[in-house]
């Protein structure tokens, strides 16, 4: 069983993050598997089991989890390229892993959340709370805040657009050339502007999806959702989330 709730992050926080969500898993004896997709987001989690607090960065494919027994998460869900105001390194150093946060902030703080959050009974309510008072503390820490450069605005024209842009001409309009652009999205989001757009646009096209009734025509969503073609909206699906669209439809629904 799982049970899974998103939270509102506190105003002081809504520039920096998406929200803030707990899940509570619970298994008998059999794991308990779930697959995860690239979301262009940086999670922190802290987790019950052996004090666990870490970062999960950029993800370019999908994830398996497993868990066993009861686990308990707290989590902070990053807008996209809001991540390295708390975390002090180019974010392309975090892309398809996880780090622990006694590396990231110090093991002083995070030993002491880790204590707060888990050594009494608390409600989840609780809990997020005291995951925002930290995060406070990290961004009243943080060097001052600079002004909106490039990758800032390509990651918003990147969302509003759903993905379907041109690098190369985002580059452009905002007077920088495609290389630059590459290197802003590698230290403060963590990947390529390229591959984010292409994230964004699998999103928007695999949440449509799900809203669909009947029979698809995968031609129709491709070129719907700005694939050259279906064989590339199947690409994406592959390299996203190891699935044919169908197949993965069917999976969603079952």
Known sequence: MIVYQEYPPRPALRPWLDCVWTCRVQTGATPLTHQVLPDNCIDILCQDQQDAS?????????????????????????????????????????????????????????????????????????????????????????????????????????????????????????????????????????????????????RAASQAMQSMAGQHDWAQVALQYGYFDQSHLIHDFQEFARSSPEAWLTGRRA
């Open 54 to 202: 870490f970062a999960v960065g950029m993800m370019t494919a999908p994830i398996a989890v497993v868990s066993q027994g009861l686990v308990q998460t707290v989590a902070a869900r990053f807008k996209p390229g809001a991540a390295a105001r708390f975390f002090q390194l180019p974010l392309c150093e975090l892309n398809d892993g996880r780090a622990d946060l006694r590396q990231l902030w110090g093991r002083e703080l995070a030993a002491r959340l880790g204590d707060v959050l888990w050594s009494e009974p608390l409600s989840n309510a609780q809990r997020v709370a005291i995951l925002q008072d930290y995060l406070l503390l990290r961004l009243r820490a943080a060097p001052p805040r600079r002004q909106a450069g490039a990758a800032d605005h390509a990651i918003a024209a990147i969302e509003a657009a759903s993905g379907q842009v041109r690098v190369d001409g985002l580059a452009q309009r905002l007077g920088v050339s495609r290389q630059h652009l590459a290197l802003q999205f590698r230290q403060q989001v963590g990947i390529s502007p390229k591959l984010f757009a292409r994230i964004c646009r699998f």
